[in-house]
């Protein structure tokens, strides 16, 4: 019988805010599975910043969607169908056809993952892409030592919750930055974050931060641009690391450049922009160390979960208004 | 007998534009030689771009200029007279007791240098600070590599036509940016830079740039920031490195940041601010390649030279006019 998925497609670019009339949902009847191939019941997919970015024309660090053609990004679900000899129905995998709750893969482009210990949706936020940049970004570009200070935006995002922890466990202070009292009272309550700031409530973020960090930061995880990355270099100490991870804030609109940028000549700031699917050679040991932290439970996380394929639109746009804490998932069938 | 000095001191700080009328020459009677002192007769002063940081108020990498009191920069001169056993008439120093004709000095503020091969006004230029800026931001932070294309500003600036040097004896493709067909022709003739922007003749820098490297650049040598630094952004390719030495086009006016900063992260652009005083451990390595490129006559120098210390305000405002080619030097006496 003709396996039919239902798929998010664009359904043209945006201009400014991206809104729900952009997509459209289209049933696709799949075709049988030639030798090598798996069929997938998708379980959750990912939405993630860069998607944004995406919807827009022209080529950044990955091709934009096409207009009128199925979306792509990470998901996990079950194989329910093989015809490879690798897998099997009912292994867990994950890949990067989400925005359907079915798809159909060369067996190429699957990775098993093994969730006896940790839930199947970890691998789209603290085991996945998401996980990985925090540690590249943190351990790799800003090599965070043990008394240094680490300041964090979006530091209930996915990205940014892990960066919050994973320099605590190295021993450091941290700052994170929010916009909302919940989210404030999360990083403090259970992630031990030392000063959290909620930039809704703060007139003058640089007032903030320097109040924050009286000794300065010497590190500043940036995933939003704007004012936060300039706040952060006007209290940056000397020789302080920004590894620049992503500028949430910018994506809607038009991006305004630090006004301060002769101060990262005269402190001898390092500013590293990086995406971390460039930085693969890293993922074994990420994956190793952040399975460690998850189950000896030095390392929490918390989902914002959509229910339905219907609602990835607005689960994607939600994450620009701060609807989330920590991975914004969209929950399948 | 005693000895008088004339000495440039900060009358105002500027609000804006320096000019003239901010400085002042005062005459000082220095006082007799105390054991281990020494007297120099100067013969050339430095004036660079950081120095107009200096005038303005608040700490930067260095402290400002006190109001009222003499100036310092980097000088270069001769022995008068020593109460110092490792200093004889005669001999050749270099210190930081500029802006001043003659200097009284302890021996541990001076360095002997060697003018056998070089003038002695290298010390302040291809054999000094601009030359170890243009050797550590190049070499140990942009890290070219032979076939790669490095665009530099300020290119015939006594930084600048450094780097344009190096990079060639590397092996790189080099772009310069300058601001006048005489500075151009310096490049071309002289210097085999491979392509010369004039960025007074270009009403858009960055489709200068892309016709200057139609396969886009991989180091930026920053001397300007501006405009540069945007169309530099614009036209990098993935993995390209920034060393940022100096913005020299937003030292007398408000800074304004890169807009495309976001295009850092997508290209995983390195932007590192240095002050090369931060870096001396890698002076003696510098001394040793630059003294052997400039005897060997595979670095090539020009100065313009301004004659006498009353000179030396409008030499340093000089700067920010684009009135130098190479080293901008004042004469003393």
């Known amino acids: 019988m003709p396996v039919v998925a239902r798929e998010i497609h664009?359904?043209?670019?945006?201009?400014?805010l991206a809104s729900r009339h952009l997509f459209s949902q289209v049933q696709t009847t799949l075709p049988a599975l030639a030798s090598g191939q798996v069929?997938?019941?998708n379980l959750f997919m990912s939405v993630d910043p860069y998607m944004r970015g995406r919807m827009n024309e022209g080529e950044s660090y990955i091709a934009p969607f096409e207009v009128g053609a199925v979306m792509d990004g990470a998901?996990?679900?079950?194989?329910?169908?093989?015809?490879?000899?690798?897998?099997?129905?009912?292994?867990?995998?994950?890949?990067?056809?989400?925005?359907?709750?079915?798809?159909?893969?060369?067996?190429?482009?699957?990775?098993?993952?093994?969730?006896?210990?940790v839930s199947i949706q970890a691998?789209?936020?603290?085991?996945?892409?998401?996980?990985?940049?925090?540690f590249y970004g943190l351990l790799h570009i800003a090599k965070p030592k043990a008394g240094e200070t680490v300041f964090v935006s979006s530091a209930a995002g996915a990205v940014g919750?892990?960066?919050?922890?994973?320099?605590?466990?190295?021993?450091?202070?941290?700052?994170?930055?929010?916009?909302?009292?919940?989210?404030?009272?999360?990083?403090?309550?259970?992630?031990?974050?030392?000063?959290?700031?909620?930039?809704?409530?703060e007139p003058d973020l640089e007032v903030a931060l320097r109040r924050a960090a009286p000794e300065g930061i010497d590190v500043y995880f940036d995933n939003v641009g704007g004012a936060h990355l300039e706040a952060a270099i006007a209290?940056?100490?000397?020789?302080?690391?920004?590894?620049?991870?992503?500028?949430?804030?910018?994506?809607?609109?038009?991006?305004?450049?630090?006004?301060?940028?002769?101060?990262?000549?005269?402190?001898?700031?390092?500013?590293q922009g990086f995406i971390g699917i460039n930085h693969l050679d890293t993922w074994a040991d990420f994956t190793q160390n952040m399975s460690s932290w998850i189950t000896e439970g030095l390392i929490s996380t918390r989902e914002?979960?959509?229910?339905?394929?219907?609602?990835?639109?607005?689960?994607?746009m939600g994450l620009f208004s701060g609807d989330n804490v920590g991975k914004m998932l969209v929950r399948l069938g």
Chains 1, 2 share one sequence.
């Open 304 to 316: 914002t979960i959509v229910d339905g394929l219907d609602s990835a639109p607005e689960a994607l």
């Open 10 to 16: 664009l359904k043209s670019r945006p201009s400014g």
């Open 123 to 134: 691998y789209l936020g603290a085991l996945g892409l998401p996980g990985h940049a925090a």
């Open 39 to 41: 069929l997938v019941r």
């Open 75 to 117: 998901a996990v679900g079950l194989v329910v169908e093989s015809a490879d000899s690798q897998y099997f129905v009912g292994d867990a995998v994950s890949h990067f056809s989400g925005w359907r709750d079915r798809a159909l893969l060369d067996a190429a482009n699957l990775t098993p993952i093994n969730i006896e210990r």
């Open 235 to 271: 209290v940056a100490n000397k020789f302080a690391r920004f590894p620049l991870c992503g500028m949430v804030g910018q994506y809607n609109s038009p991006a305004v450049g630090p006004s301060n940028i002769y101060t990262v000549i005269a402190k001898s700031l390092l500013l």
């Open 161 to 201: 919750s892990l960066v919050a922890q994973i320099a605590k466990l190295k021993g450091c202070r941290v700052i994170g930055s929010v916009g909302s009292e919940a989210k404030a009272r999360w990083l403090r309550d259970e992630l031990g974050v030392d000063v959290v700031i909620n930039y809704n409530d």
